[in-house]
């Protein structure tokens, strides 16, 4: 008899409980119903609002990393598919040929920015300074700044050729 009056107590209880849940519900607006009320956006909506440098430079970040990650994927499928051989007299023609800086300097940025993206976030996890927002878009543009730079003179450099054995 104790479990069956203890089970109906418990019944009850939960009954009163979602009344009172129900209840609130109803008398308190929610969030979205509110801000109807304002006329006021649900959040900032990339169409109407514009993101500052820092938020470019860090999406940049995780960007190329995936971008590289894919690189990295694709060139590793090739030699699997194709030998090494393949990869190398691809990167080769393409690097001697008339589009060969543009190529160059489009396989240099992703990788510089994201190293100098990495040395940034090292120093900030490390020294736990540069948190001010002026300071994080001085370093923003510092790296937007330093990874074209770098870039540029990445695809004007040529390796010497491969001598023939």
Do not use: C
């Not at 089970?7 to 129900?22: F, H, I, K, N, P």
């Not at 990295?72 to 051989?85: E, H, N, P």
């Amino acid at each position: 008899l104790a479990p069956a009056a203890a089970m109906a107590s418990l019944l009850t209880r939960l009954r009163t409980s979602a009344s009172a849940v129900r209840q609130m519900s109803t008398s308190t607006p929610s969030y979205t119903e509110r801000m109807d009320k304002t006329g006021r956006p649900l959040s900032p909506h990339l169409t109407i609002y514009r993101l500052p440098l820092i938020a470019w430079s860090s999406v940049t970040v995780r960007i190329t990393g995936m971008a590289l990650s894919a690189g990295v994927a694709g060139i590793a499928g090739v030699t699997l598919l194709k030998g090494g051989d393949t990869v190398t007299e691809t990167a080769s023609a393409i690097g001697s040929s008339a589009i060969g800086p543009f190529a160059k300097f489009t396989v240099a940025f992703p990788i510089v920015y994201h190293v100098f993206g990495a040395m940034r976030h090292a120093v900030w996890d490390t020294t736990a300074k540069g948190f001010t927002n002026q300071m994080m878009l001085q370093s923003s543009y510092a790296i937007f700044g330093a990874t074209t730079v770098a870039s540029l003179a990445l695809a004007a450099y040529s390796l010497p050729p491969k001598e023939k054995k």
